[in-house]
């Protein structure tokens, strides 16, 4: 099968704004994108709201946001900013290209493929249930498919409304095309009655708006989820009709959850934003979505993004359902994150700790060093908080368990020695080794040990008696920071 094209290279996503990023639309674009940066050819972003309802202009941003997020930039398409057209070939809103959908229906109609129809949708059903009590295949026949124009008018001008149908019982054939993922598709004509082109209102469907825009924008190549693969025929008809070449279809297979059941939201995150909120970084989350129904020709892994880019072919893409598991994304952010240094770290996580409104040091020299010690403790950018909020001052409390390991007699002598060790100290942090030491002389002051001698220190560094080893944190905490949540616990035995 050959993807080649006559046609310069041209791929578009197409997404119909309705909020956040799918993680399925976030595969198509991804998949585009390489392919487009493979052919050295264009990546359209094209926005199909002509469901008017729900692509509203924030939803539109909210995609946009997403797809920078991935770093999956368009190079024709709304400006992300402006929303204004980049490229040649727009409106890239299909909100905005409704004239165009109509002068193309009204041709439809002057060539007699297209017809005013006004049955209502109670006519219809009556139709329908006597073709299926005679076992007939439910197409509705509408009567009006042979008025003349005039006489459609004529009864609009009335005050009738009408939809504006495709012609579809003198097409009686299959209509075939090869898909680039699937092989040879077969598609019997009767597998439709004739379809609505423009709705009463005006507004024109999904299957119309979408071949007129591949054909006027010139895409080479629709590669797209497989729930539009029954969409093709309608569209094959339509292109059909107006005589216009087609393009390249490769439908790309389902992903689905655990259970081998279409991904959705009740089993975890499915949205960009989501991953994004999580922790996730972009460059991981790439490369778990093109293994998601592609894989790397040496069975590859981890891929980075102009690998991607070289390596990804359509011929790899694999017809069946594709598993999402998020314990592979987990490792997989895991080994990109591993791969960054503190610094870059730091840089991702800040955001993370911001909104956790956690007040931490702000010198850098600090921060690296937070990093290098938590650095192999998290699979994800959130789970960062958690390991920076026992260092937070605001966020020490003394938790129930610490008060009950407070009420022990050793806890007194134990943290006396503690804070006064810490105040004799010259520097405003202790290393791991000095704060080992410390710990001997707590040890021999007070006179105990075992857990009577960890479990106070470790309330009255992190308000519990367990958690993160002492030795880990305290050379991350400021002597004041130390001598105040001791000051804190002493408080309180008192
Ligand atoms: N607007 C359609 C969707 O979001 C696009 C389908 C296509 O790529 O043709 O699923």
Not at 21 to 33: Q, T
Not at 115 to 135: H, N, P, S
Request: net charge neutral; proline share 5%.
């Amino acid at each position: 099968m050959s993807v080649a094209s006559s046609k310069k290279v041209r791929v578009r996503f197409a997404p119909s704004p309705t909020g956040y990023l799918h993680v399925g639309g976030a595969r198509s674009a991804l998949y585009n994108y390489l392919f487009a940066k493979q052919n050295k050819g264009q990546f359209i972003l094209r926005i199909e709201d002509t469901d008017e309802a729900r692509s509203t202009d924030d939803s539109l941003r909210m995609v946009m946001e997403d797809l920078q997020w991935l770093g999956l930039q368009w190079d024709e398409g709304p400006n992300p900013k402006t929303l204004e057209d980049l490229g040649n070939f727009g409106p890239y809103r299909q909100s905005r290209r409704l004239d165009l959908y109509k002068k193309y229906a009204d041709e439809l109609i002057a060539t007699g493929k297209a017809y005013y129809c006004f049955m209502t949708d109670a006519e219809m059903d009556v139709q329908r249930e006597a073709l299926l009590k005679e076992g007939k295949s439910p197409h509705v026949e509408s009567p009006y498919a042979e008025w003349t124009v005039e006489k459609a008018r004529a009864k609009m001008s009335e005050g009738a409304t009408a939809v504006v149908r495709f012609k579809t019982r003198h097409l009686r054939k299959d209509y075939v095309f090869t898909d680039l993922v699937r092989g040879e598709v077969k598609f019997p004509s009767d597998m439709v009655s004739d379809f609505v082109l423009l709705r009463s209102g005006g507004m024109p469907v999904y299957n119309f708006c979408n071949v007129i825009d591949d054909h006027l924008m010139q895409i080479s190549h629709v590669l797209r989820a497989e729930e539009h693969l029954p969409n093709t025929l309608r569209q094959m008809m339509l292109y059909e009709a107006f005589g216009w070449e087609l393009p390249l279809f490769g439908h790309m297979s389902l992903i689905l959850d655990e259970d081998r059941k279409k991904l959705s939201k009740r089993k975890g995150a499915t949205s960009c934003h989501e991953f994004k909120m999580e922790g996730y970084l972009p460059a991981a989350l790439n490369n778990f979505m093109a293994l998601l129904g592609w894989s790397h020709p040496e069975e590859k892994e981890i891929i980075p993004m102009e690998e991607l880019i070289e390596k990804f072919s359509v011929h790899r893409l694999h017809p069946s359902g594709a598993v999402f598991d998020a314990v592979k994304l987990k490792w997989m952010n895991s080994v990109y994150l591993r791969a960054l240094s503190d610094e870059q770290i730091w840089q991702e996580l800040k955001p993370f700790l911001d909104r956790a409104h956690l007040d931490l040091p702000a010198d850098s020299a600090w921060q690296k060093k937070s990093v290098s010690v938590f650095r192999s403790a998290m699979e994800t950018l959130a789970e960062s908080v958690e390991l920076y909020r026992p260092l937070c001052d605001k966020s020490f409390v003394i938790q129930p368990e610490g008060e009950d390991t407070l009420k022990w007699e050793q806890a007194k002598p134990v943290l006396q020695a503690w804070k006064d060790l810490v105040e004799q100290e010259p520097n405003e942090f202790m290393t791991e080794e000095r704060f080992l030491q410390i710990q001997d002389l707590v040890k021999e002051k007070s006179g105990c040990k075992g857990k009577f001698l960890f479990m106070p220190m470790r309330v009255a560094v992190i308000g519990k008696p367990h958690g993160t080893e002492l030795k880990i944190l305290v050379p991350l905490l400021k002597k004041t920071s130390l001598i105040e949540r001791a000051k804190i616990c002493l408080q309180k035995i008192s």
